[in-house]
């Protein structure tokens, strides 16, 4: 491209955060300044919108990426900003980029050319300090877990049963793996530790599913951090840490408002991995913004069969939010990979393999449809080297199965570009339920739709896997939890089975005994294959889900099954982006793309 | 005390921090509002003040103080409000609270009583983010080390030769000593590596003596990480990572704005360590508020003999910063401890101890006159339990040796109660310089005073022990590594010699050989005694200082030298702080103390 991303930010013609508040109604008092472009919206005020109606909200997710990514948050800022072109009131919702990955090898998060939240360095580089005052929760918890062994160890933990480990915001392979308390009996006790990055702690998870700053320590205290030697859980709560950790959190837990290059605002906040965590911006953003905007755009992280099946199982699951309509990101580029084209030919016109890939894309719509009872959309994230006969295939495919797809060119247009994504948006979303091609293949009784899901009580989770506000969920709450990942397995991966070791297969039901069972299922898996394995491309069947490990996220309230080698630290390339990123004289962030 | 810091803190009636800067003749445009009560100064502005006058910079010190501390920051604060009731344009300049100590044994510091920096309970935990913005540049670094080697090591580090340390802000004893890099080649080389609290950190140092952002880049890049098995030093302008560091600290670079109680603007910004680093907030503050008012306190970390001793030798010598006068906190409790009382029994009368203990005092009180030329008053920091003739004869022991002693009761009764105190600054400022009884005993040329000095080029370092404008080193800029710690441990903390091994004096040549013997010198001891055995109290004389270990700090331009030990990841008392912290479910921080 012509113009970087920083220099198209950077030449961008701001407004102060106090006008972009006033239009969604926030007295300034309730507003927390960061600077002239970034503010808090105060949790006080959060409260005082709980009776108002909810808007219809649109949840953006895409087809398994490659390693490029499809562009999602591009086009969760390209729609948002079409939306308030054709005239309705929008908001978008996204997660704050973690700056490990910004000096690795991904460079800036937030949207890209025309379609970007800004200022965009202050939200790639530090922002309003949210992750490090998580960082600062978790790292103090575990100093507190140290320190009680240290002193007397009163409840007894055994330090080969530590589960709690570390953060830091940085990649940095080098911290996986350690041993701790060298040094002789004033440093403490030598066990095995390690350090995650902030996205992918438990806190962070927290963080973005607590409904209030009471849930939010509640669920703070419920973490169970390590085992006595019978195996009995340690929590935060036993080492008196839950408030402090609390108290820490505080400043953080108001979301950030930012705006778009054309000023449509955006709340950025939190930021969960979508592999070992949830992958949603957080709760109390998504849900504050419904009750401003008629319109609210949020994305789930990577392919729909990871973001997506949390956002609907976990999030949706046990806060009644309710998408209206989800968006598929699909790329030419991404068909054609997933139709067998290596990387290096992705540029070259390949029609066939794109219709051999869209088997990716088909295999996410249904699930999206038919198994969540979701009306969706194709938006074709457009990009320059795409040919006309691409396009038409991948317009094709994806209509053979009764959805619209549309280009949308948003990162080199901005919101003109994704005019016709928001009509179609708008469209779904006003659809008379029954025509809107949700559900229809099964005939179930989704019908009610949107509009009467937005009346249930938010508070209140439904406890069955088919709930009469249109949405369906993978899996019924009273499912085993071996169940419930057979349910993603088979109805989302498309596998034949589900296996683990006798030592998981163990663990799982000693948390199934010990009352865990009732929790949702978080998998973390490869982004890039509907399988465990991240070069089965397409839409592979049959194949089998290996449960690798299974770890309790009590606080968060839900079982991480890791299937297949997760990073919970990545590492940086051998040519880090923080090599070219710099700062001139004048404080100007350069480098950053 | 009836009401605790937190309560009176929460109680007060803050201003809008526009309203703090207005007065100060900032421009709206140049203020990064971080809430209502808190902001940043932009750099830009700082820049237009370079030309203005310095105002008169009041040094506020301590005797050698006891474990609970004697109350600078407290004095800062309430001598600041009592010089503006007095009709004086007066501001503070303070350090952050590091996170590590207020969930450990200290609670916060940001003063006390009714003499306290607010929003408190924001000051205290997390403020506007720069220390962890310090970390993450910090660990980046780190991480751009190991990743290095992982990926070939061109430059040929030597991992057991990393001298880099990674950092956190939480109190956490088991990561001072750790093994890093285990679990396989996947994870990189195995090495040992540790963790220092922020405050410790050469960043800290950096950030806080760097005189822009151009600076504060140079100087990061200037760090010596590692050295290679022929022993080259590696910095981190190698490795590519000084513009990225920068990069993330551009924001915090910029000084925050607060106020006291009484509506005082104050700074607070940056705090590294009196041990092992300089023991001041950032120049950059200290230097702006001089330009912006007629009087300016600002405080150096623990007693005279560390925190005074490196703002005169390495911040005053290397920044043209002079300070007009010094305020010596004491505290009848003090001097009985250093007069041989136990802590349980310092709240009694005990006024031969107490006579005997005003020796540290005046040891302290002959280095500000004697060895600096720095005019001096001693405030006598009032508690509850003092008698009249404890005080009578703490004021006769100072004024002995010609030092008016004030007693001051800010804590109770905010600025009014340090009214006299202020008087006393402002008179010894504007006496005739040979009348200010400062270097009068040595009959020297430090005649010029203050006045004089403030015209000095404050970006022209001296270059010699002794300068025109009153200021005199404790060596000078040409003295070996060796002479210059032997003048401090001499002259400053009456030691007969300094010791090292075979060892340590090869290493202090290898430095002196390389160049580095130009930079000043920082040493890293115990905080409770003259000497470097914390339980020699008083004024103890004849006493050898070890030199355990010399550590280069080539980006703050210093050579620490550790003399007996010096924690840099401080540890939880078995009962921290962290258990009573808490926020209740309207926001409201609890326990913080």
Known sequence: MATSNIEIAQQADLWPIGRIAK???????????????KAKVSLRHLRTLRDRPRGRLVLMTAVSPTPAGEGKTTTTVGLGDALRRIGERAMICLREPALGPVFGMKGGAAGGGYAQVVPMEDINLHFTGDFSAIAIATNLLAALIDNHVHHGNALGIDVRRVTWRRVLDVNDRALRDTVI??????NGYPREGGFDIVVASEVMAIFCLATDLADLKERLGEIVVAYTRDRSPVRARDLHAHGAMAAVLRDALAPNLVQTLEHTPAFVHGGPFANIAHGCNSYLATDSAL????????????????????????????TGLRP??????????????????EVADLTHENVPALEHGTANLVRHLTTIRETWGIPAVVAINHRAEDTDAEIAALVAASEAVGVTAVVA???????????????EVVRLCEAPVAARGAGAAQGTDATRGADAARRE?????????????GLRFTYPDDATLWHKMSAIATRIYGASEVTASTAVRAQIKRLQDEGYGRYPVCVAKTQYSFS????????????????????????ARFVVMVCGDIMTMPGLPAVPAANTIDVDDDGRVVGLF
Do not use: N, W
């Open 23 to 37: 239009d969604l109604g926030i007295p300034d008092d309730e507003l927390e300044p960061y600077g002239r472009y």
């Open 181 to 186: 308390g060298l040094g002789g009996p004033g």
């Open 291 to 318: 009750r401003m905007a008629d319109y609210v755009v949020t994305e789930a992280g990577f392919g729909a069969d990871l973001g997506a099946e949390k956002f609907v199982d976990i999030l949706c699951r046990t």
């Open 324 to 341: 209206d309509v989800a968006v598929v990101v699909a790329t030419v580029r991404a068909m054609k990979y997933h139709g067998g084209v």
């Open 409 to 423: 060119k948003h990162f080199a247009e901005g919101g003109a570009g994704a005019e016709s994504l928001a009509r």
């Open 457 to 469: 009580d938010a508070a209140h989770a439904p406890d069955a896997g088919q709930e009469p506000g």
């Open 532 to 555: 465990t394995d991240p070069k089965l491309r397409g839409a592979p069947t049959g194949h089998a889900v290996d449960i690798r490990e299974v770890r309790l996220a009590a606080g």
